[in-house]
């Protein structure tokens, strides 16, 4: 077990280490449903994507930011988590296993147990928290969990799940996510307690999810959980329009002590108006310590310098002459005259920027609804930034303007992820459904 120097331990003591096998029980229910959703809404503040989930008995209504490569869900219990359906896991049970633990503890604070996120014979595995980068444990947990289905076209009885394991956290591991955001749902391939996938062994249907994130703060976005398809009004139907792409296989992570839960792809190329934009292909190998990943973290896609310099002169270029170019507005540094700029149903009327997948010809496009990003009256910026902190790791992380109003679809089980374009193209858009 490595711990690297941003591991913090505000109140937990670790008395033993433990490996930990049993078999492997997870919640009964008796109502089967085939697709579970979430309603999402954008913070305007924080940017993150905010999503709600029924707790605890009495159940209260917890907001909860996504991280797409988070392992369990976790939440706040210092700070009033009342609940008479709480159980904490014990050192080698079934859920410390679930969970992949490889710690267990006593965690006491002045000699007596604290309760939800401080019990005797804990086991805890890693949270984190993807905004402030706090990288922590948390306490292993069992409780009531509900959430709604999908019937058709229609909204569904709720789901109640009354065993779910979640990860409790101190109050501290919230910050920065957003105003009365307790914690995180985390949607990551690598565990067995992440949301889809733990649903997905309660409810018996196919471990799989797809996004589909509003670009409003006002109308919320949808998650899909389970099976599709994924319909819109009009009888839009979502599925089939996707492209799909393999997930990579995760480098294993020492300072987790495990695969990383992260979605990676092949990006091989990135042409705009159908002009290749010169990169060097080493930064695009996840084998060379670089690649590309999705997360639902960063609000804007970070490109590495080089990749970021050659990209913002492509666009310029491509730019129609009469578009006039402002003072950059930060983060951003390629920014318009938004009076230049026309629209169509695609959004902004910008360079068309192709994002080349694992094959030849298969592409993600990008219009100008998620390409140019309007910060005032008088700017429009290209809605990419520069990797500034570090000259290592992925040289590409798709962030959530891209994905906005696009479906994004995450397979765990047949290890793709699909990309639907801009549902603009299909004349609709991610709050154009009926459950949110
Ligand atoms: C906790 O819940 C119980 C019963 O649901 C209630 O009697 C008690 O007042 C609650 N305590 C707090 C601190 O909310
Ligand atoms: C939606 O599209 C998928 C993929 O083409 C198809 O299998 C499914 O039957 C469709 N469902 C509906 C309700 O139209
Ligand atoms: C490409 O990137 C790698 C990794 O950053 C670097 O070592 C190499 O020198 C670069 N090649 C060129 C031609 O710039």
Not at 14 to 31: E, Q, Y
Request: proline content about 4%; aromatic content about 10%; some cysteine.
């Amino acid at each position: 077990m490595a711990l690297s120097y941003y591991y913090i331990f505000p109140f937990y003591c670790f008395l033993l280490i433990t490996t930990i096998s049993t078999n492997n029980t997870l919640a009964k229910t008796t109502f089967h449903p085939k697709t579970l959703f979430l309603a999402v809404k954008k913070d305007p503040i924080s940017l993150q994507h905010i999503s709600e989930i029924q707790q605890r008995t009495p159940l209260v209504p917890l907001k909860l930011s996504i991280h797409l490569a988070g392992d369990s869900v976790w939440v706040d219990c210092e700070k009033g988590y009342n609940s008479s359906s709480y159980k904490a896991a014990h050192c080698k049970s079934s859920q410390c296993k679930l969970a992949s633990t490889t710690l267990c503890g006593d965690c006491l604070v002045g000699l007596v147990e604290r309760g939800p996120g401080c019990n005797k014979d804990g086991c805890y595995n890693t949270i984190e928290n993807p905004l402030v980068q706090i990288l922590t444990r948390g306490e292993i947990a069992r409780d009531v969990l509900t959430i709604k289905s999908i019937s058709g076209s229609f909204v569904g009885p709720v789901a109640t799940i009354p065993n779910y394991i979640f990860s409790c956290a101190g109050s501290y591991v919230t910050q920065d996510l957003g105003k009365d955001v307790k914690g995180t749902i985390g949607f990551g391939h690598q565990s067995a307690v992440s949301l889809p996938v733990q649903l997905a062994s309660a409810f018996k249907f196919t471990r799989k999810f797809a996004i589909c994130l509003s670009s409003s703060t006002e109308r919320n976005g949808i998650i899909f959980i389970g099976n599709s398809p994924y319909l819109f009004n009009g009888g839009f139907n979502a599925s089939r329009d996707l492209i799909y792409t393999p997930i990579l296989t995760s480098p294993y992570d020492v300072v987790r002590d495990k695969k990383i839960s992260e979605y990676y792809i092949t990006v091989s190329s990135i042409s705009i108006n159908g002009k290749n934009v010169p990169i060097n292909k080493t930064l695009l190998s996840l084998e060379k310590q670089g690649g590309t990943s999705i997360s639902t973290g960063l609000p804007y896609t970070m490109l590495a310098s080089s990749i970021y310099k050659a990209v913002t002169e492509a666009f310029v270029n491509e730019m129609p002459k009469e578009v006039r170019s402002v003072a950059p507005v930060e983060p951003f540094t390629t920014c318009f005259n938004s009076r230049d700029i026309g629209m169509s149903r695609l959004g902004f009327n910008a360079p068309e920027i192709n994002i080349g997948l694992h094959k030849k010809n298969m592409h993600w496009t990008i219009t100008g609804a998620n390409s140019l990003v309007k910060v005032n009256e008088d700017a429009v910026c290209l809605a990419f930034v520069e990797r500034l902190t570090r000259d290592w790791g992925e040289a590409i992380i798709i962030g959530t303007y891209q994905m906005q109003d696009n479906l994004v679809e995450f397979d765990i089980s047949r290890r793709r992820i699909g990309f639907s374009n801009s549902l603009f193209f299909r004349q609709t858009m991610c709050s154009n459904q009926n459950y949110t």
